[in-house]
């Protein structure tokens, strides 16, 4: 028998590491589906949160390298990319990464130190910021639509240029996403059955947008089975998402979408298993990531199904990082050897 008996801890960087492996799959899906330019959108969010991360630790007179190769900065800029939309302006990702690094994380102190997801901080500042912007999302390949299809290089022209090709408009390329199209469809008096026969939605959600959910799903269950994360925060928001639409779909199904068209839309299992599961922003305590994660999950509906916004995941995870202090404090298990009520 060998000693010692202690296990060496992954090191940061080759957690991260495979955090961006198990994003491959949504990735490789979302090209086949919508093209390329999300892979220009990535590359344009990873260049930018490694300059601003340099830039920001030079500022400080913090070591570049070592920091800069943690992959917590690519991963920042990957989640960002994935939750805008892939025809987005090449500025709007530069802005939104740039911001998520050097006010989100720096300005709190750096890896660490920073309360709030710093992707969703970027996200909910274009979203608010620039609102027609982001809710320019590609139509799928395939769809049946009659509606124009745009080459790589016409993606990369109006990323670069908004140049489009003679006599294509940006609505014949584009759609609102398959819960905004659901929520604006509601408000003129349609049924949710009427609205999922729309050639946009699939067999669960909108199509294309649910096989990317799977992808994701797919990486989810590779980084529990890598140990990387623990199944408490992706067990609790999907199952308090799946209950809670259930509730409501099952006292008016007219006017609330089924669990699975909730669990398959949006970013739902981009935040199960990739947002929420940050260990930085999120509760220590297996009961604290359970309550974290179920609070997520309500507000992420609610936000859905009555709020101003068609997805909540960015909103209710910022939300729910307010109350991570408060969580750990009343879930934290005693000192050993002392006795007491916490405070």
């Known amino acids: 028998m060998n000693s010692p008996y202690l296990h060496k801890s992954p090191s940061v960087s080759a957690i991260m590491f495979k955090v961006l492996l198990a994003l491959l799959p949504g990735i490789a899906l979302y090209v086949w589906h919508f093209g390329p330019a999300i892979l220009v959108s990535i590359a344009l969010a990873s260049l930018t949160a490694l300059g601003t991360e340099a830039l920001m ?10 920091f800069l190769g943690d992959n917590s900065a690519l991963l920042t800029g990957w989640l960002l990319a994935l939750s805008i939309p892939p025809l987005a302006p090449w ?25 709030f997801n710093p992707a969703m ?12 912007q982001m809710t320019h999302w590609l139509t799928p390949h395939g769809l049946g639509l009659g509606l124009a299809e745009l080459g790589f290089l016409d993606q990369l022209k109006y990323m670069f240029l908004g140049a489009l090709p003679p006599n294509v ?24 059955g009427q609205i999922l026969q729309m050639p946009i939605y699939g067999r669960l959600a909108g199509q294309g947008s649910e096989m990317v959910s799977l992808g ?14 623990t199944w408490h925060i992706p067990a609790a928001f999907l199952g308090t998402l799946f209950i809670t639409a259930g509730i409501f779909h099952l006292t008016d199904p007219d006017h609330y979408a089924a669990p699975l068209f909730h669990w398959f839309s949006g970013a739902a299992m981009l935040g199960a298993f990739f947002i929420l599961t940050d260990p930085v922003t999120g509760p220590t305590t297996n009961k604290g990531k359970l309550i974290f994660a179920a609070g997520a999950g309500l507000l992420t509906y609610l936000i859905r199904a009555f709020g101003s916004f068609p997805d909540g995941m960015a909103f209710a995870t910022l939300l729910m990082n307010i109350c991570v202090p408060l969580i750990v404090l009343y879930t934290q298990p005693p000192v050993f050897g002392k006795k007491g009520k916490r405070p």
């Open 91 to 115: 500025w709007l990702v530069v802005v939104g990464t740039a911001f998520a690094i050097a006010i989100a994380k720096h300005l709190y102190g750096g890896l660490g130190n920073n309360p």
């Open 57 to 66: 630790l030079k500022l400080r007179n913090r070591p570049v390298m070592p």
């Open 121 to 132: 901080v970027g996200y909910a500042v274009l979203i608010i910021s620039f609102p027609a």
């Open 169 to 192: 408009t940006l609505d014949a390329v584009t759609m609102a996403t398959p819960l905004d199209t659901l929520k604006t469809r509601l408000h003129l008096d349609e049924s949710v």
């Open 216 to 229: 994701f799903l797919i990486g989810g269950l590779y980084l529990l089975a890598a140990r990387i994360i």
